[in-house]
């Protein structure tokens, strides 16, 4: 039946048209939608660093799945933010969120989750690594550099993964271990950006290769007047001539084969520490793995600054120590600075023992390459994430990001997650919700404090049971060694 007008029959109610929203009004729905469409918790909390619109814009996929890659994502970092937590925690916690959205709850199976983060695709974790470093870039300020440079520190480390067939055939265990008792080693050779205490890049390798072949593949994440602070290991004729070459500076530890032919009287005297010295190039490269090509196009020669100075060794005793630079202006970089320079090199262990020991992700408990490569990336990323939190809580204060406390962070994000919980739209109050959140991190400043000596040592002994010296198939029990009793 058609419908017509009261005052003029006949014509259609139609030709009245509707009333114009404000664009602002559709983008507010469109947010509102979005945020109604992430975990409401680490979704809201992190909405400043990655808006939904963006996470909704970079998961594409043509399939409505019950674990959509933002969901998935998230889920995913809350288990590392926990402890390194079950996929069981974070399929618990996927099944809340769906109750509280008062949608068809998933099953509890956890298949289904771990099929979704095999499926979490590069694409996605791409925007979202550039959109945090991003929000971390336009977070730094004048005193957070040296003398104008950018400070970055390279080391390596090792994780250790699922014993696996597949793990052992890509990275294989320590040569000293029997089959089947050892687990496979991945070497990660990293590079942390010290401005911001962000772990910029990282190359995987197995944990047989030198960390001086990452740093060569590692050469084009640094930019043009930026400092590479790296430990004698990378110390290399093609390695520092190679970075000179990009307008890269470095300060290194004199490698140990150079530092026993040192001769301190050769080269032109710079002050009673330092000297300028000229290197040639060596008939042949090192282990970094250059190209034949690259090597040719080396000088061959190069000009380096040696500086002596004191430092601690790793039995906790002063030694003389040699250092080599390319910062070859004494007047305008002092040599006790370099010295200085040279121990900020330090924090990438202390970064490596947060990420590892604190994140709890010493193994990684994945059956596959691929997916140890992927669980690197989003140890990475959620690293990345607190340290863009931690970067946004000192913005304008005289704070560096590294008397921060990485575990108190950690405390502080885990406790007030839970308060972000509904305030999907409600930006009022999640704004001051995320003020609070920020001073509270601000709170948790270390005191330094100098020449403390804390050794790595444990006070509970372990338990005393039998060590696994063949696969557990062969092993046979002994019930007098150790003291130790089977479990009946």
């Given at each position: 039946?058609?419908?017509?007008?009261?005052?003029?029959?006949?014509?259609?109610?139609?030709?009245?048209?509707?009333?114009?929203?404000?664009?602002?009004?559709?983008?507010?729905?469109?947010?509102?939608?979005?945020?109604?469409?992430?975990?409401?918790?680490?979704?809201?909390?992190?909405?400043?660093?990655?808006?939904?619109?963006?996470?909704?814009?970079?998961?594409?996929?043509?399939?409505?799945?019950?674990?959509?890659?933002?969901?998935?994502?998230?889920?995913?970092?809350?288990?590392?933010?926990?402890?390194?937590?079950?996929?069981?925690?974070?399929?618990?916690?996927?099944?809340?969120?769906?109750?509280?959205?008062?949608?068809?709850?998933?099953?509890?199976?956890?298949?289904?989750?771990?099929?979704?983060?095999?499926?979490?695709?590069?694409?996605?974790?791409?925007?979202?690594?550039?959109?945090?470093?991003?929000?971390?870039?336009?977070?730094?300020?004048?005193?957070?550099?040296?003398?104008?440079?950018?400070?970055?520190?390279?080391?390596?480390?090792?994780?250790?993964?699922?014993?696996?067939?597949?793990?052992?055939?890509?990275?294989?265990?320590?040569?000293?271990?029997?089959?089947?008792?050892?687990?496979?080693?991945?070497?990660?050779?990293?590079?942390?950006?010290?401005?911001?205490?962000?772990?910029?890049?990282?190359?995987?390798?197995?944990?047989?290769?030198?960390?001086?072949?990452?740093?060569?593949?590692?050469?084009?994440?640094?930019?043009?007047?930026?400092?590479?602070?790296?430990?004698?290991?990378?110390?290399?004729?093609?390695?520092?001539?190679?970075?000179?070459?990009?307008?890269?500076?470095?300060?290194?530890?004199?490698?140990?084969?150079?530092?026993?032919?040192?001769?301190?009287?050769?080269?032109?005297?710079?002050?009673?520490?330092?000297?300028?010295?000229?290197?040639?190039?060596?008939?042949?490269?090192?282990?970094?793995?250059?190209?034949?090509?690259?090597?040719?196009?080396?000088?061959?020669?190069?000009?380096?600054?040696?500086?002596?100075?004191?430092?601690?060794?790793?039995?906790?005793?002063?030694?003389?120590?040699?250092?080599?630079?390319?910062?070859?202006?004494?007047?305008?970089?002092?040599?006790?600075?370099?010295?200085?320079?040279?121990?900020?090199?330090?924090?990438?262990?202390?970064?490596?023992?947060?990420?590892?020991?604190?994140?709890?992700?010493?193994?990684?408990?994945?059956?596959?390459?691929?997916?140890?490569?992927?669980?690197?990336?989003?140890?990475?990323?959620?690293?990345?994430?607190?340290?863009?939190?931690?970067?946004?809580?000192?913005?304008?204060?005289?704070?560096?990001?590294?008397?921060?406390?990485?575990?108190?962070?950690?405390?502080?994000?885990?406790?007030?997650?839970?308060?972000?919980?509904?305030?999907?739209?409600?930006?009022?109050?999640?704004?001051?919700?995320?003020?609070?959140?920020?001073?509270?991190?601000?709170?948790?400043?270390?005191?330094?404090?100098?020449?403390?000596?804390?050794?790595?040592?444990?006070?509970?002994?372990?338990?005393?049971?039998?060590?696994?010296?063949?696969?557990?198939?062969?092993?046979?029990?002994?019930?007098?060694?150790s003291n130790y009793r089977s479990v009946a």
């Open positions: 039946m058609k419908s017509t007008t009261p005052f003029l029959p006949g014509i259609s109610p139609k030709y009245e048209g509707r009333s114009r929203r404000c664009q602002l009004d559709v983008i507010r729905k469109f947010r509102d939608k979005l945020l109604s469409k992430s975990i409401s918790d680490l979704g809201v909390l992190f909405a400043e660093i990655l808006p939904p619109e963006l996470l909704s814009q970079a998961g594409k996929e043509i399939r409505r799945r019950v674990f959509p890659e933002d969901i998935t994502f998230w889920a995913w970092v809350s288990q590392l933010l926990e402890g390194n937590s079950s996929c069981a925690n974070a399929l618990t916690l996927i099944q809340g969120w769906y109750s509280d959205a008062d949608l068809p709850v998933p099953s509890f199976d956890t298949s289904s989750y771990c099929r979704a983060r095999r499926r979490l695709s590069d694409e996605f974790l791409n925007v979202v690594a550039s959109r945090t470093k991003e929000y971390a870039q336009t977070r730094v300020e004048p005193h957070h550099l040296w003398y104008g440079h950018r400070l970055k520190a390279i080391d390596g480390t090792t994780v250790k993964l699922m014993d696996t067939v597949k793990n052992q055939a890509e990275f294989p265990q320590p040569s000293g271990q029997k089959p089947g008792c050892g687990f496979p080693v991945m070497g990660i050779v990293g590079v942390l950006d010290l401005a911001t205490g962000r772990l910029e890049d990282y190359v995987i390798a197995k944990g047989r290769d030198h960390d001086a072949k990452g740093l060569y593949r590692l050469c084009g994440q640094f930019n043009p007047g930026d400092i590479v602070i790296a430990d004698r290991a990378f110390c290399g004729y093609e390695l520092i001539a190679k970075l000179l070459g990009n307008d890269v500076h470095s300060v290194m530890r004199l490698h140990q084969m150079r530092e026993k032919k040192l001769d301190w009287r050769k080269g032109k005297k710079l002050d009673p520490d330092s000297r300028l010295v000229t290197w040639s190039k060596p008939p042949k490269p090192g282990k970094s793995g250059i190209t034949e090509r690259e090597w040719k196009a080396l000088p061959e020669t190069m000009q380096v600054r040696l500086v002596r100075t004191r430092g601690i060794g790793r039995d906790g005793k002063p030694r003389t120590m040699y250092l080599v630079t390319t910062l070859l202006e004494a007047n305008e970089y002092p040599t006790d600075e370099i010295g200085m320079l040279y121990a900020e090199r330090w924090k990438i262990e202390v970064k490596f023992r947060d990420i590892k020991t604190t994140m709890k992700v010493e193994m990684f408990r994945v059956q596959s390459p691929a997916m140890a490569r992927k669980m690197m990336r989003m140890v990475q990323l959620a690293y990345n994430l607190i340290k863009a939190i931690q970067m946004e809580a000192i913005r304008g204060e005289a704070v560096l990001i590294d008397e921060l406390g990485f575990k108190g962070s950690m405390d502080v994000l885990n406790e007030f997650r839970s308060r972000f919980r509904g305030l999907q739209t409600k930006p009022r109050k999640a704004r001051e919700k995320r003020i609070e959140f920020e001073c509270r991190v601000l709170e948790r400043i270390l005191r330094i404090r100098p020449n403390r000596r804390e050794p790595r040592a444990v006070k509970t002994r372990p338990k005393p049971y039998q060590y696994l010296s063949a696969p557990r198939r062969e092993f046979i029990e002994i019930q007098h060694r």
